[in-house]
C-alpha cells in the first residue's frame, strides 16, 4: 500500500483529521465494556509476568541504566552544581567552558548590555542582571576555584 512501512500508514495531516473523526474506539463494545475501558484503573489491574512467567514488574532500559552488570560509571560533568547548567546559557557557553571561558563571555556581555556602554538603553537591564547572577553562580563553583 502506498504511504505504508512495516505495518504503519502515513497520512497528511488533512488526512490524519478526517480519520481521527471518524474513529470511534468504543464502537462494538457494550455499555458495560465502555464504563470499564473508561475506569482510570484501566490496566492496571493485570500482573506483569518476568522470565519463566513469574510476576515482576519489567519495563524498557534503552539507555541500560539500571542494568547490574555495566562496567563504568558515566562519567561526571563538568559543571555538575545545581544552577550551572542555566548559567553556563546565560552566558552563551555549553557543559565544556572552562573558567577563562567563563570570565571572558561575562567581559564580553557586560560591555553589551550595561546602560553605560550602549548609549543608555536601559531595555537590556534583565539581560545585564541574568548574566550577573550567572557569573556570580558560577564564580562560586568548585570547578572554577579549582581551576583559577
Known sequence: MPGSEGGWQFLC???????NAKYNFFDG????????????LAGWERATTGKGGREAFTFGDPLDL????????????????FGDAQALQALGLGDGATPDDVRRAYKRLVRRYHPDSNGGDRAQE???QAVVNA??????????????
Open 13 to 19: 495531516l488533512e488526512h490524519v483529521r478526517a480519520f
Open 29 to 40: 463494545l457494550n455499555p458495560d465494556e465502555i464504563r470499564e475501558a473508561q475506569s482510570p
Open 66 to 81: 539500571f542494568s547490574a552488570d555495566r562496567k563504568a560509571a558515566p562519567s561526571p560533568k563538568r559543571w555538575a552544581a
Open 126 to 128: 534583565g539581560k545585564l
Open 135 to 148: 557569573y556570580t553562580h558560577l564564580k562560586s563553583a568548585h570547578r572554577f576555584q579549582s581551576e583559577s
